[in-house]
């Protein structure tokens, strides 16, 4: 399994419970806005600690609350691309492909410099700062800073949402690339039905009563 | 043009001004980290005793600092046989006395730009394998640069005016604690010492002027929106 995940989390009022076990490649989770799929995605991550329950990926045991198990986010090595992508404000494009790439471990690293900015078509943008990029720019150096630091499976938060057209067109064929050329396990939270029909290789749904 | 004893209190209250800022920047980092990150029981009983010297007559500050660094007190009998110094009557003494009472403005522009930094990006920071150090260096302590900057200007322009506390603690001493208001004070109380008295003033509004200007630039820089909180 890449990933094997139970989790019962509870935020402010809401309480968010799933279990899921999906295979290699795209894990789509998908549900109506405001059912916690961020949420799910921090907790994978380590941002925020569930009550109860597992996070397994590819073997490894990143929580486990009966064991009492916590692996620190720094420690998990875990490319989670926001859906509000955080680049880091006081930094060039540059820089803030470098922080992770800096940070990881070399046997861990998937991918060099060169060539995730020619994936991803930013070779223009490195001296830029965030400030000044556009949405789909933006969206391209947030996925790039998450591959650039050895990441053993990427959490993509709507990556298409707040894109149009060949824009969108662009990101999912960089998806299915990292897919193609990486094998990292992923999980994509979308709620665009044909987005997760041409990516998802496993489908896990959120309800309000999940 | 200034007099050579003129440049001399201008060059010592430079001087003094100085190392105030410099000496309470760490100090004020901290309590303005605290303040603004922390959670917990004495938080607005802290924050209320940050803010003292900003309300208190500066000649209590002055005296209760003369109690501590006396060389019979709790604070000066210490310096003293350890390390053999003294702060009283001493250029070291105004600047101590000028830091406390600049610490609750450079606390309070440090707080600011601390606050207004998105704790999503330390998150970020974290997931790209940053730990607790490595977060605070290299996105806490940039995002929070304006405010440092406007807090040493604030605490400079502070320390510059300097007087009650100053006169209390170190008594006015020329060329040693005279720093400027305690020198126009001085000439002040002489008559005959216009002239001096109108120079003086003039290069501290001048000063000020210009510290002030700077500051408000900086905390322009640094007020942005979108400072909301999450994971």
């Known amino acids: 399994m890449a990933f094997d995940i139970a989790l019962d989390l509870v935020r402010g009022e809401r309480r968010i419970a799933l279990t899921f076990a999906t295979g290699a490649g795209i894990t789509a989770l998908c549900g109506p806005s405001g059912v916690g799929k961020s949420s799910v995605l921090a ?12 996070v397994v990926v590819d073997g490894v045991t990143l929580f486990d609350a009966a064991q009492n198990v916590s692996v620190p986010p720094e420690a998990r090595a875990c490319g989670l691309v926001f859906q509000d992508l ?3 404000p006081h930094l060039t494009v540059a820089a803030n492909l470098h922080y992770g790439e800096r940070r990881a471990p070399r046997a861990r690293q998937i991918v060099g410099f060169a060539e995730t900015v020619r994936l991803l078509g930013i070779e223009d943008l490195l001296a830029r700062r965030p400030a000044t990029l556009s949405g789909g720019e933006a969206q391209r150096v947030a996925i790039g800073r998450a591959l650039l630091a050895g990441p053993r499976f990427l959490l993509l938060d709507e990556p ?29 939270v979308s709620h665009h039905a044909d987005q997760v029909a041409r990516l998802a290789d496993h489908v896990v749904l959120m309800d309000t009563s999940s | ?21 410099f000496a309470a920047l760490p100090v004020a980092f901290a309590l303005a980290y605290v303040l603004a990150r922390g959670r917990f029981a004495g938080m607005i009983l802290l924050d209320a005793v940050v803010h003292l010297p900003l309300v208190l007559p500066p000649v209590v500050i002055g005296w209760l600092l003369l109690i501590a660094f006396a060389p019979a007190g709790p604070v000066g009998a210490i310096l003293q046989r350890w390390l053999g110094i003294t702060l009283l009557f001493r250029w070291t003494g105004a600047a101590l006395a000028a830091a406390v009472m600049a610490l609750p403005l450079m606390v309070r522009a440090i707080r600011l730009s601390l606050e207004a930094i998105d704790p999503r990006l330390e998150a ?5 394998g940053a730990g607790p150090i490595d977060r605070f260096v290299t996105v806490t302590l940039p995002l929070a640069r ?16 300097e007087f009650g506390a100053t006169i209390t603690f170190v008594s006015n001493v020329p060329g040693e604690t005279a720093t400027l208001p305690l020198a126009i004070y001085a000439a002040l109380q ?4 216009e002239s001096t008295v109108w120079r003086l003033a003039l290069v501290s509004v001048l000063l000020s002027l210009g510290a002030l200007v700077v500051s408000e630039w900086l905390m322009r820089r640094t007020s942005k929106p979108g400072s909301a909180h999450g994971v």
């Open chain 1, 160 to 188: 298409l949402a707040a894109l149009d057209g060949a824009l969108r067109e662009g990101i999912m064929a960089v998806i299915e690339r990292i897919r193609a050329e990486f094998a990292l396990p992923m999980i994509l």
């Open chain 2, 146 to 161: 304006p405010g440092v900057l406007a807090a040493l200007v604030l605490g400079f322009a502070r320390s510059l005016g």
């Open chain 2, 124 to 128: 970020a920071a974290r997931t790209l």
């Open chain 1, 43 to 54: 907790a994978v991550a380590g941002l925020l600690r569930p009550q109860s329950g597992h």
């Open chain 1, 86 to 88: 955080r680049l880091f």
């Open chain 2, 190 to 193: 002489e008559p005959g010492q």
């Open chain 2, 1 to 21: 043009m200034l007099t050579a004893p003129e440049w001399a209190i201008v060059g010592l209250s430079l001087k003094v001004g100085a190392v105030a800022m």
